[in-house]
């Protein structure tokens, strides 16, 4: 066979290879896109938006980045267009997203404990402030103290049954919100008893 053939064959062998390459990074990662929103989207709408928001937001300014990527490339010449930064990018959001819905799991566990922990505890807490009312000084002077009291001490059993309902729910951090509520007030209601109490017996 002569050089000239050799050389043609050669010539023609490679031109569908080159060809293919090129092909390969002018076309955009349609299916890892579609794949890295769908992730992106199920982390948006599940628990990980509750207890890991800060990790969902970043999944999606990696989204985001990969599809101004995506489009910077589009806007290239067609041979010198080169998907690899976008399709990195891409995978790296599809992680980020599944890694923010195993963080939430962790978490909402956690908050399932607290919240049952915070919301048995308020119990023995509205008792003691119930008692404390019951053997605050009276008088005139107190009279509109022990009144605003008794509302408070509502308020508390309110946000208390609140809590005990949203834990019921599964609303774990609304729960431990609506305990620290009650537990909050019911402390102060104690403590301003004793405190009225002291000066009293100072007189």
Known sequence: MKKAEMKSIRIAVLIPAVALMFSACASA???DIATARSAVQAAQTGDAQAYAPESVRDA?????KALAE???QDSKFGLSRDYKGASDLLKQAKDKAAKAQEEAVAKKAKAKADAESAVAALTPLLEDAK????TAP???DTRADLEAMQSDLKSAEEAAAEAAQAN???KYLDAISKADSAKSKANAI???INQAKAKKGKR
Do not use: C, W
Not at 60 to 64: D, F, V
């Open 138 to 140: 009276k008088g005139k």
């Open 131 to 134: 008692k404390a009312l019951a």
């Open 168 to 170: 019921a729910q599964g």
């Open 60 to 64: 999606q300014e990696t989204l985001n």
């Open 29 to 31: 990662p349609k299916d």
């Open 190 to 192: 104690v403590e301003q």
């Open 70 to 72: 995506v489009q910077t």
